[in-house]
């Protein structure tokens, strides 16, 4: 399995993965699955500071996760959010893990000190992997969405990236890492 950066043609594979989620899950708070020149546009958006990446397994994109700002004021700037999906057919073969694994490499070279993801209730299986790669629950929003005729409850899970002093160097935007 390669892990790269996802690129805008890549937008069709990742429409299919998460149109099923949208569609049929309470997992994603999206009611309408985006097109793929909505894929295409919120890649090429993301990819402008932040990294999205892809797991491609023989021509095949398995799995995608991206990361983004975590809230817009100005002290949150050392703090990312974090989202992961997975095609059905490669669930539970460690292609999450692989993709935050190398997604935390980069958004640590990127100088982010903190990762947070939400995970609509009840989901065991994205928490079992959010846990297992190092996110602890920080709380949890109460019916704060509603899809699917309920109000729906997100956990709140965060991972510490890394730590700085009292001057943390600034973050860098993604296609200004070299080497990475």
Request: glycine share 8%.
């Amino acid at each position: 399995m390669d892990i790269r950066t996802a690129d805008p043609r890549d937008a069709s594979a990742i429409a299919a993965i998460y149109a099923p989620i949208v569609r049929e899950t309470a997992i994603s708070f999206e009611t309408e699955p985006p097109s793929v020149d909505e894929v295409a546009r919120r890649v090429r958006a993301t990819l402008a500071a932040f990294p999205w990446l892809v797991a491609d397994e023989d021509g095949w994109i398995v799995g995608y996760a991206y990361a983004g700002p975590h809230r817009e004021r100005a002290a949150y700037r050392w703090s990312c959010e974090a989202s992961v999906y997975v095609a059905a057919p490669a669930r539970r073969q460690g292609v999450a893990t692989a993709l935050y694994g190398r997604l935390f490499e980069i958004l640590r070279a990127q100088n982010y000190a903190n990762v947070f993801a939400g995970v609509t209730l009840p989901n065991d299986p994205s928490l079992a992997v959010h846990t297992a790669v190092g996110f602890r629950e920080v709380g949890v929003y109460s019916r704060v969405g509603f899809k699917f005729g309920e109000w729906r409850d997100v956990a709140w899970l965060g991972f510490e990236l890394r730590r700085f002093g009292a001057e943390p160097p600034e973050p860098i935007p993604f296609p200004r890492l070299s080497g990475v």
